[in-house]
């Protein structure tokens, strides 16, 4: 199976330099959520280099704010799911950018702590709420332009 996030269709990339992608995620647990990538084809928190972990971080760092000046979010919600146990479905190591808004759902609070409660998570209606949640064109091409101001090198 071809890796979805080392070979990524060209229309979910927001921004890329030679360590990281950005990405549009394609199964969004909110309007907006992206990923943060390593351009090199890792599982293991372990096998990135110095480098890669900080270009992870600026990463994150410049998704959270080209999210919260074009789609102007009031919180986020950030982390990685390292490990099949862990709920990592993709074996390629990758952070989530998930922008969050006051009522977005019912009950916040714990964040990402609810990930290890045997609950259903009432963000993640799976495909009515990933459709709702996916980017309207618009809001795409203002993220586009917004990624196209910057560079992380």
């Known amino acids: 199976m071809e890796c979805p996030f080392c070979s990524p269709e060209k229309d979910v990339i927001l921004y890329e330099d030679r360590l990281v992608r950005i990405l549009i995620d394609s199964y969004p647990a909110s309007r907006g959520h992206l990923l943060v990538v390593p351009k090199r084809h890792v599982e293991r928190w372990e096998e990135l280099t110095w480098a890669e972990k900080s270009a992870l971080v600026r990463g994150m760092e410049l998704a959270m704010g080209k999210l919260r000046e074009t789609l102007k979010p009031d ?37 990402v702590r609810k990930a290890v409660l045997d609950l259903e998570d009432e963000n993640l209606k799976m495909r009515e709420r990933w459709e709702r949640n996916r980017l309207s064109e618009e809001e795409v091409e203002r993220l586009r332009e917004a990624f196209k101001r910057y560079s992380l090198e």
């Open 75 to 111: 919180a986020f919600n950030v982390g990685m799911n390292l490990g099949r146990a862990a709920g990592q479905t993709v074996p390629h190591l990758h952070l989530h950018v998930i922008p969050r808004w006051e009522g977005d759902c019912a009950h916040p609070r714990g964040g």
